[in-house]
């Protein structure tokens, strides 16, 4: 699935970067097999914040749409 189909407050694991925003997010960490959080989405198409590595990223829509992820299910205690 793609990085803007999940949801605030959701976890993925990032199995494939494309698109011509490749180099820049992986230079920025966004790389297969790392855990990627999206933290809150833009209203209308707008920016998306995701968290990677302990860090947070803003990206458009565009961006975003490159990255392929895993959505981890939520863990019942």
């Not at 490749?22 to 097999?33: D, I, N, V």
């Amino acid at each position: 699935m793609k990085l803007t189909k999940l949801k605030c407050g959701e976890c993925g694991i990032i199995n494939k970067i494309g698109g011509p925003h490749k180099l820049r997010l992986s230079e920025w960490g966004f790389t297969p097999g790392t855990e990627i959080k999206m933290i809150c989405c833009g209203c209308f198409g707008g920016p998306l914040k995701v968290n990677c590595r302990s860090c947070d990223y803003g990206l458009r829509q565009e961006e975003a749409s490159g990255v392929d992820v895993d959505k981890i299910l939520a863990q019942k205690n």
